[in-house]
């Protein structure tokens, strides 16, 4: 369903008077691009840090560094998996803690964010086998399952591993923009290029080679959207915006889930972008995320342990 059938003022200003920084990925920029992303989220992060007093600690689960957020209070007996954005070349734990922060404070739930490999250090398969890693320390446990562009591909992955490994599943998924098929065909990759405010074709494209290199992006560990789904499969939650490069993606993963029998909420915000959750000063990113969260609560809940049963029998 679209969501609202216009934007706020803030959202607006963005578009119009703002440059959201497009960095360029080549390898060559690729330290330095990483580096000014950490500078500039900072006052961000203060922000949020400050409004949802969550506190975050280095955790290691499973051998893969990760960051654990602790809302004020635990409210509900399990924890969130979520992936972090940047297309596997960028990203870390600490830059997605403007979704992740209030998600934790609004459901009262712990948040661990793997911090996995990026590339071109360290190329497919590093970041879905560090995800993996940390996924079978959690799974023992009710959990959930957030990911934002690329976090989105490693939470599919994640299950597709999982499936085929007879691990438990999550009670429910929430997938932000998801990057899940590298094939850079659909039809918003050409209509919202140069409209999303966050995302060019040529960034993709750049990030792509650097990740799966010759590696054929077909394969569902690197392309999820190409995987086996059933029924068994949690409920799933898409978000994505009518600007956002990767809109078409999220409509044809929505399609691919329900007709493999998979409950899908797909939500497409009228005039926003990629992942634009993550800009806290837009009212659209606090109501996305408080949505994410509710249809978390919904379908885990305090008792909720319908998926873990199943595997467990």
């Not at 955790?59 to 007996?77: A, F, H, Q, R």
């Not at 792509?208 to 939650?237: E, H, M, R, V, W």
């Not at 998926?307 to 029998?313: C, G, I, P, V, Y």
Request: net charge neutral.
């Amino acid at each position: 369903m679209v969501l609202s059938t216009h934007i706020s003022s803030i959202a607006e200003r963005i578009l119009n008077e703002e440059t959201l920084s497009i960095p360029d990925r080549s390898e060559v920029n690729m330290i330095e691009v990483r580096s000014l992303a950490k500078t500039n989220v900072i006052p961000t992060l203060k922000r949020v840090l400050d409004s949802t007093n969550v506190t975050t600690k280095n955790i290691t689960l499973n051998g893969v560094s990760c960051l654990e957020v602790k809302p004020p209070k635990i409210k509900v007996p399990w924890s969130i998996i979520y992936g972090f954005g940047g297309g596997f070349v960028q990203g870390s734990p600490n830059e997605d803690l403007t979704i992740a922060a209030p998600l934790s404070a609004k459901i009262g739930t712990k948040v661990i964010i793997p911090n996995y490999r990026l590339a071109p250090e360290n190329p497919w398969p590093a970041a879905i086998d560090d995800g993996f890693q940390v996924y079978q320390a959690i799974c023992k446990k009710p959990f959930g399952i957030v990911g934002e562009s690329a976090g989105g591909n490693l939470a599919l992955a994640l299950m597709l591993r999982a499936k085929k490994a007879g691990l438990p599943l999550p009670s429910a998924a929430a997938l932000l923009s998801p990057f899940c098929d590298l094939d850079v065909s659909s039809d918003s990759q050409t209509f919202n290029n140069g409209r999303d405010p966050s995302l060019t074709i040529q960034n993709i494209k750049t990030a792509i080679k650097l990740y799966a290199g010759d590696n054929d992006i077909s394969n569902p560990d690197i392309s999820p959207i190409n995987g086996t789904y059933d029924s068994s499969f949690p409920p799933c939650l898409i978000t994505t915006g009518t600007r956002d490069l990767l809109l078409s993606l999220s409509v044809r993963l929505a399609r691919v889930l329900r007709d493999s029998g998979v409950d899908v909420d797909l939500q497409v915000w009228e005039g926003l972008w990629h992942v634009f959750e993550w800009h806290d000063k837009i009212p659209e990113a606090d109501q996305s995320i408080s949505n994410i969260a509710k249809f978390l609560q919904r379908h885990l809940g305090p008792v909720s342990y319908t998926h873990l049963r199943a595997h467990e029998t």
